[in-house]
């Protein structure tokens, strides 16, 4: 399937120093991003927005990507026996590394590996609070890099992409308050803002894109899902620190021509139509969760999104082409109520999600107004994994 626009052709790039100034108006750029069913900039003319906004020139971010997404590579070819004592079950694996305990569709998911950490905090939370919400707030569990000289600053190369990425992704929820408050009446002032400013709750997660062989691509390249499926988001705000096409033996990156032009991230617009997306490399880019489209009543809206792998026969024979990636989760504290605006319905929120025939849908989860963070997300992953392997 090709994708509906050329890459990136809708995609909205704001400067740093306009996202990082609070009295500066940037409704219009939000709506043209993120507009939901309330959003006044649905004209016939107008590209539908894609849930997915890129932010340019943004202190240090380049040089701590480049540092550290190369070190997935090496993470990833780890023995076995590493990779299975940096695995943290008691978290739900929402610590350290994660390969085939996903499920995103009917069978585990082998295709990529994770590993995941908090940028901010090694020990988040407290003790109760630990012990209360084990996936919320798991403590880090960091490689060995005395014993690993391939991973050399590896911890103080993640944490500082992923402040970076969270002190962004505050300054973008604080327009995006300005936005709502704007739309809904009674919208309380710095709502997403203080919970994303203030939280210890960020989880970075470097993917690992295995190279999907000959026989597989053969028969999956139909399906634009193959490397990762549709899902949304469920927390608040994800910012994306865009990918990294290499070599899987020998880990170097490769060239434009040799990457598959249709492999990559692609969202579902807000029309529903599957639209590649591609970060261009000196941006960060953000997308909306589940939980800020309840507190918004609908007016931004989830972003359905998956990953796209490389179709058989392109490219050279003797290359297998692997992928790294970074998302970050920039979520509130577990205990936050998940609380519609005075004017809004449950169904506002609901019905207002993009591309619910691809995803679990939000009422099946978000089952009461008012119901925690935590008691979400773990209705969520209830969803989405099967923890019985």
Not at 7 to 29: G, M, N, R, W, Y
Not at 366 to 380: A, P
């Amino acid at each position: 399937m090709s994708c509906s626009t050329p890459p990136s052709a809708h995609l909205v790039v704001v400067d740093f120093e306009d996202i990082s100034d609070a009295s500066k108006d940037l409704t219009a750029e939000l709506e043209r991003a993120f507009g939901g069913h309330l959003s006044s900039s649905s004209s016939s003319d107008a590209a539908s927005p894609l849930g997915i906004i890129a932010i340019r020139n943004i202190p240090n971010f380049v040089e701590a990507k480049n540092a550290f997404l190369p070190m997935a590579h090496a993470l990833a070819h780890l023995s076995p026996e590493y990779h299975k004592a940096l695995e943290d079950p008691t978290s739900f694996y929402n610590a350290g590394w994660s390969h085939g305990k996903e499920k995103l569709g009917d069978e585990p998911d082998f295709a990529k590996a994770s590993y995941y950490f908090n940028p901010l905090t090694d020990v988040p939370g407290t003790q109760d609070e630990r012990e209360k919400y084990p996936a919320s707030y798991p403590c880090n569990k960091w490689p060995n890099e005395d014993d690993l000289p391939q991973l050399k600053d590896f911890k103080q190369s993640a944490q500082k992409l992923g402040k970076i990425m969270h002190q962004t992704v505050a300054h973008v929820a604080k327009h995006i308050d300005a936005m709502a408050a704007k739309k809904v009446v009674g919208y309380r002032k710095d709502l997403l803002f203080d919970a994303m400013k203030h939280t210890e709750k960020a989880k970075g997660r470097l993917l690992y894109y295995y190279p999907i062989d000959k026989d597989q691509a053969a028969t999956t390249q139909a399906k634009e899902d193959n490397w990762i499926g549709w899902h949304n988001d469920s927390g608040f705000l994800t910012s994306l620190a865009g990918d990294l096409f290499l070599d899987d033996e020998t880990g170097q990156p490769l060239s434009s021509d040799q990457i598959d032009p249709e492999a990559g991230l692609y969202v579902t617009n807000r029309s529903g139509e599957s639209i590649h997306v591609k970060i261009p490399d000196d941006c960060m880019a953000v997308q909306i969760g589940e939980c800020v489209q309840i507190l918004t009543g609908g007016v931004v809206v989830a972003t359905p999104h998956c990953v796209r792998g490389p179709r058989a026969g392109f490219g050279a024979s003797d290359v297998k082409v692997a992928r790294i990636s970074c998302p970050c989760f920039i979520d509130s504290k577990p205990s936050f109520p998940l609380t519609l605006p005075e004017v809004c319905t449950s169904e506002n929120a609901c019905q207002a999600g993009i591309g619910r025939d691809k995803v679990p849908l939000l009422e099946e989860r978000w089952v009461e107004n008012g119901m925690t963070f935590g008691s979400f997300l773990q209705k969520s992953f209830e969803k989405y994994y099967d923890w019985s392997s």
